[in-house]
């Protein structure tokens, strides 16, 4: 069974850096694409990154420019560097990794808070 543990959030002000991690443990995967959703209450979880397994990246509109992610395909980590960051990223960040026969896998989330 494959799991996804995420490190990295917490709090910081506003025009401030964060980098968020996602790594996969269990039984050894190659993984296809990889995502970064996130979610604020009441709301639903919308992607914010995703980078396929040779590299390609697509962002959201709403971080083009101020994200990059990133991964380490030999230790099975994605990553999120998030700079300039505004009081509206407030969120419970996901990560979400696929795997080459279509299975997704979802990490626990780890809470993202920026203050103004």
């Known amino acids: 069974q494959v799991q996804l543990v995420e490190s990295g959030g917490g709090l910081v002000q506003a025009g401030g850096s964060l980098t968020l991690s996602c790594a996969a443990s269990?039984?050894?995967?190659?993984?296809?694409?990889m995502d970064w959703y996130r979610q604020t209450p009441g709301k639903q979880r919308e992607m914010v990154a995703t980078?396929?397994?040779?590299?390609?990246?697509n962002y959201a509109d709403s971080v083009k420019g101020r994200f990059t992610t990133s991964r380490d395909n030999a230790k099975n980590t994605l990553y999120l560097r998030m700079n300039s960051l505004k009081p509206e990223d407030t969120a419970v960040y996901y990560c979400r990794f696929w795997s080459r026969v279509g299975t997704d896998y979802w990490g626990q989330g780890t809470q993202v808070t920026v203050s103004s």
């Open positions: 269990g039984r050894p995967f190659s993984f296809n694409a």
């Open positions: 980078i396929t397994s040779g590299g390609n990246t």
